[in-house]
């Protein structure tokens, strides 16, 4: 029997993290070693990171014009869909700024040797000024007025992301507003576009398991098995702050903003989130969730149909607090000091990610690809990454389900459904 994608690709990670390791210890500086290198590992690993970007444009530009104009015509929803637009941009924000919190307070990409950690800040430095092509970093005032790009298809083509994500927002917006036929076919053009995407993404990721194992490879072969330390630490940062999302952000929104009591909302959610966890699609798990919403939570169709249908692709919290967590490890990892106009800037783009991620296995990684080459940090690192991304990507998953029902529970409260019947569920 065929194994898994999951398992295929934690196969290719701890044989290419493994022979790697073993190289190192065994040839150091061996030229047979750093020929193989060269020709082979680093070549292979670079040719699946630049298949992933290549379709960064098409799936962002359309996942993300589609998670806004789902929302439908914002004068004829009323306070529905902006109760569920403000929740949404408010508690992806929290879950960001609790994963930048947690990753600069426990530093998880930090401790590597002085001599391995000024190599890697060295090949950074010099991948970042190939970047900016001798141009300081845009800070404050400038940062802000660039994100409106003047011609968005410049700003997509030089890997403008950020003001090519601003045009993609602004699209959705003018959809939602513009009930005409002519925009309902061009709604079902980018529809066609995110299919198409996403059908080629898959394609890519099923060489996961050769591309991680070349990364790997070539990352332990230069630094041995120290690099997987930091790599446990990574995990355990990620579990951290996702739990505290969880359990204590959703907790106070559901007790506080939904009159309902939070040990009764995670029991009757318990279904959803199994779910989630096992199949770490918001998509696949949105039947079991309207279901749990409607049967365990009793909350007014109406609410929860329009609420959970958005929030599988556009409230996205543990995908953007997970962005934001491995973008400043990798950061920290490679040795790339982040100003805090930079770090600022991988907030916007995470919470701007956690509306236009695909709600699929694997759907944040070509955002992390983006932001990691908009900061100068060597998108080799997403190889350490993809080792350990099922398990993170089923957790992440969980806590965006639970969003997603939780959401639902704070604007069902004032639509229809008293507040002692949601305390009662």
């Given at each position: 029997?065929?194994?898994?994608?999951?398992?295929?690709?934690?196969?290719g990670a701890?044989?290419?993290a493994?022979?790697g390791?073993?190289?190192?210890?065994?040839f150091?500086?061996?030229?047979?070693?750093?020929?193989?290198?060269?020709?082979?590992?680093?070549?292979a690993?670079?040719?699946?990171?630049?298949?992933?970007f290549?379709?960064?444009?098409?799936?962002?530009?359309?996942?993300?014009?589609?998670?806004?104009s789902?929302?439908?015509?914002?004068?004829?929803?009323?306070?529905?869909g902006?109760?569920?637009l403000?929740?949404?941009?408010?508690?992806?924000?929290?879950?960001?700024f609790i994963?930048?919190?947690?990753?600069?307070w426990?530093?998880p990409g930090e401790?590597?040797?002085p001599?391995?950690?000024a190599?890697?800040?060295?090949?950074?430095?010099?991948?970042?000024a190939?970047?900016?092509?001798?141009?300081?970093?845009?800070?404050?005032?400038?940062?802000l007025?660039?994100?409106i790009?003047?011609n968005?298809?410049?700003a997509?083509?030089?890997?403008?992301?950020?003001?090519?994500?601003?045009?993609?927002?602004?699209?959705?917006?003018?959809l939602?507003l513009?009930?005409?036929?002519?925009?309902a076919?061009?709604?079902?053009?980018?529809?066609?576009?995110?299919?198409?995407s996403m059908?080629?993404?898959?394609?890519?990721?099923?060489?996961a398991?050769?591309?991680?194992?070349?990364?790997l490879?070539?990352?332990t072969?230069e630094?041995?098995?120290?690099v997987?330390?930091?790599?446990?630490?990574y995990?355990?940062?990620?579990?951290?702050?996702?739990?505290?999302?969880?359990?204590?952000?959703?907790?106070?929104?559901?007790?506080f903003?939904?009159g309902?009591?939070?040990?009764?909302?995670?029991?009757?959610?318990?279904?959803?989130?199994?779910?989630?966890?096992?199949?770490?699609?918001?998509n696949?798990?949105?039947p079991?969730?309207?279901?749990?919403?409607?049967?365990?939570l009793?909350l007014?169709?109406?609410?929860?149909?329009?609420?959970?249908t958005i929030?599988s692709?556009?409230?996205?919290?543990?995908?953007?607090?997970f962005e934001?967590?491995?973008?400043?490890?990798l950061?920290?990892?490679?040795?790339?000091p982040?100003?805090?106009?930079?770090?600022?800037?991988?907030?916007?783009?995470?919470?701007?990610?956690g509306?236009?991620?695909?709600?699929?296995?694997?759907?944040?990684?070509?955002?992390?690809?983006l932001?990691?080459?908009?900061?100068?940090?060597?998108?080799e690192?997403?190889?350490?990454?993809?080792?350990?991304?099922?398990?993170?990507?089923?957790?992440?998953t969980?806590?965006?389900?639970?969003?997603?029902?939780?959401?639902?529970?704070?604007v069902?409260?004032?639509?229809?459904v008293p507040?002692a019947?949601?305390?009662?569920?």
């Open positions: 029997m065929r194994l898994p994608l999951h398992a295929r690709i934690l196969t701890a044989a290419g493994a022979l390791g073993a190289a190192a210890a065994l150091p500086g061996d030229p047979v070693l750093e020929t193989f290198l060269k020709y082979v590992a680093r070549p690993g670079q040719i699946f990171l630049r298949l992933l290549m379709l960064v444009v098409p799936l962002i530009f359309s996942a993300l014009v589609l998670g806004i789902g929302l439908g015509d914002l004068r004829h929803l009323g306070r529905i902006l109760k569920t403000a929740y949404t941009v408010v508690v992806s924000t929290i879950a960001v994963g930048v919190g947690v990753v600069n426990l530093r401790g590597l040797s001599d391995l950690q190599r890697l800040s060295s090949r950074s430095a010099e991948r970042l190939t970047l900016t092509q001798g141009k300081p970093p845009a800070t404050g005032i400038d940062l007025v660039q994100i790009p003047d968005p298809l410049r997509a083509a030089n890997g403008d992301l950020l003001g090519w994500m601003f045009f993609a927002a602004m699209v959705g917006v003018g939602c513009t009930p005409t036929p002519g925009a076919v061009f709604r079902d053009a980018v529809e066609g576009l995110y299919d198409l059908r080629l993404i898959g394609m890519v990721i099923e060489l398991p050769f591309g991680v194992g070349a990364l490879f070539s990352l072969a630094l041995g098995w120290d997987l330390a930091q790599l446990a630490r995990v355990l940062v990620v579990l951290l702050a996702l739990a505290i999302h969880q359990f204590v952000v959703y907790s106070l929104a559901v007790r903003l939904g309902m009591s939070p040990w009764r909302f995670f029991r009757a959610i318990e279904e959803a989130m199994l779910t989630a966890f096992s199949t770490a699609s918001s696949a798990t949105l079991t969730a309207l279901r749990v919403a409607e049967e365990n009793h007014p169709p109406h609410v929860s149909r329009f609420v959970l929030g692709t556009a409230n996205q919290n543990g995908t953007a607090l934001g967590v491995t973008v400043l490890f950061a920290q990892f490679y040795g790339v982040l100003s805090f106009a930079q770090q600022l800037l991988v907030v916007v783009v995470c919470i701007l990610g509306i236009g991620t695909a709600g699929v296995p694997a759907g944040s990684l070509p955002v992390i690809v932001i990691l080459g908009m900061v100068g940090i060597p998108v690192g997403i190889g350490l990454i993809l080792g350990v991304d099922r398990f993170l990507d089923m957790c992440r969980t806590l965006n389900v639970t969003g997603d029902l939780a959401a639902a529970v704070v069902s409260r004032g639509e229809g507040s019947n949601l305390a009662r569920s």
